[in-house]
């Protein structure tokens, strides 16, 4: 049984309604559907999810809403004028929509994740509605219902374990089971969303749940490839990664899932195929465990960079002899809630990397200060221009020179390297440079290991 899952693109009208129905009916292992909201027809164009956003602010706010309440109900309206549906659905759509803005909430963020939900939410009745005006059976399943649990914050949900028992439990029949995607439903009853682009979470999470033999992974690009095509022209699809590849390199940049969003599926050991709506033939990448890729055939599988990053340099002589240095730091860090990316360190020094969007400028001042008292080093300094880039392959740990051809060739290119670690997964080299020479180094390193 296959976990199918579509993005918002390719959920955005009539014409790729047609794409996903072809695709689902292609292959009956096809059971699961899970939805998106509908997303962008065309450059400029609007995903519904934010329109909701847009309307949840509104009814914040008690300004009028009715345009942007059209332009939603306008975006259903379209796919259902599409297959000639009945009034019923989009009649279902519009009380529901106004349902929200005259429900009750707990505070301002319940609100939100109500609204923000409803996009998917609206896009798996139509679905459901359109399959069986075609004869095909399906039945829309409603999160509530089954159980569906999440905890964590209202627009940041966690999925919680009683999940998977709860899924455990459904029954296939010959119906497809039209599922939709992003949020899940407190035990008070309260809907919650995961972050944005949470509908893969959904997708990986009722993989795990039904045991499925593959979760597809459908969205609008033939394959993930090994470096980032604003950058690298033309660069190599990859055709098959490990679950691990693909967290690192979510994790530093490569945008096709957030670095958690198959968490669910990799628990499972359920293989992640990414493939295209537009292009259904085409093979995809596929995500599989780390055993499952014998010798690959270039060390490397994907580059990413990502500037993203802050780092905190701090210098002072014969830090190896000091007993608690580190520990002091880590204090600090602890006292304004702050985590850590990396910590790489020498002899003498000491180089923390943090996620800089989770940092304002009153924290890091006030860090700074406190580590000077505490600490008194010989020379601290905040480097804001800061980039990674990681060098990702399982091929990495069974070959002996790819750190020095890849020093050698941005040393031709007169790229200065501002620290270079291969990580403790052996699977990843990340290396920080000024976020000037970030993308000239991706190119590089493209070059030297695939041209
Ligand atoms: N519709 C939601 C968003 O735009 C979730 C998703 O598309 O996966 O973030």
């Known amino acids: ?35 998106s909201a509908p997303g962008k027809r065309f450059d400029g164009d609007i995903k519904v999810t934010d329109l909701l956003i847009k309307y949840a602010n509104l009814v914040l706010e008690n300004k009028d809403y009715q345009d942007v309440y059209n332009k939603i109900v306008d975006r259903y309206q ?38 923000k939900a409803h996009g998917e939410f609206l896009n798996a009745i139509t679905l459901a509605d359109v399959l069986n005006s075609k004869g095909i059976k399906a039945k829309f399943l409603d999160p509530k219902e089954i159980g569906f649990l999440v905890g964590g914050e209202p627009n940041n949900a ?63 690009v033939d394959a993930i490839y090994v470096a980032n095509n604003h950058i690298v022209k033309n660069p190599e699809a990859i055709k098959k990664m490990s679950y691990r590849e693909m967290r690192e390199l979510s994790y530093a940049g490569f945008s096709v899932f957030q670095d958690e969003a198959i968490i669910p599926a990799v628990e499972g050991q359920v293989p992640v195929n990414v493939k295209n709506t537009n292009d259904p033939q085409k093979p995809g990448t596929l995500i599989v465990p780390s055993q499952f890729l014998f010798n690959p055939a270039n060390p490397i599988t994907g580059i990413a960079s990502s500037d993203r990053f802050s780092a905190l340099y701090i210098h002072r002589y014969l830090l190896n002899k000091e007993v608690g240095f580190t520990l ?54 905040w480097i804001d221009d800061y980039a990674i880039i990681m060098v990702v392959g399982e091929g990495l740990a069974h070959t002996v020179d790819t750190v020095s051809k890849i020093i050698d060739s941005l040393t031709e290119k007169n790229i200065a390297i501002d620290m270079i670690n291969q990580g403790a997964s052996r699977i990843s080299i990340m290396i920080g440079t000024q976020v000037k020479d970030a993308k000239d180094a991706v190119r590089d390193i493209y070059d030297t290991f695939f041209n």
Request: net charge negative; aromatic share 12%.
């Open 328 to 381: 002091k730091l880590l204090q600090i860090f602890y006292k304004y809630g702050i985590s850590y990316e990396h910590m790489p360190s020498g002899i003498d020094d000491l180089t923390v990397i943090f996620d800089k969007s989770k940092l304002d400028s009153e924290t890091i001042k006030n860090l700074c200060n406190d580590v000077k008292k505490a600490l008194n080093p010989d020379y601290i300094e």
């Open 1 to 35: 049984m296959k976990v199918v899952k579509f993005g918002g693109s390719s959920l955005a009208n009539g014409e790729q309604f047609d794409k996903v129905i072809n695709i689902v009916t292609s292959d009956d292992d096809r059971k699961v559907i899970v939805t």
């Open 158 to 220: 966690d999925v919680l374990p009683e999940t998977y028992a709860n899924l455990a439990k459904i029954k296939f029949d010959d119906s497809k089971i039209v599922f939709p995607g992003f949020f899940g439903y407190s035990k008070d009853g309260d809907i919650f969303t995961f972050s944005r682009g949470g509908s893969d979470i959904t997708g990986a999470i009722l993989s795990r749940g039904f045991n499925a033999d593959l979760y597809e992974n459908f969205t609008d």
């Open 78 to 115: 379209e796919i259902s004028n599409y297959y000639k549906l009945s009034s019923d659905t989009i009649d279902k759509i519009k009380a529901k929509l106004t349902d929200l803005a005259t429900s009750n909430y707990k505070d301002d963020e319940h609100l939100m994740a109500a609204f």
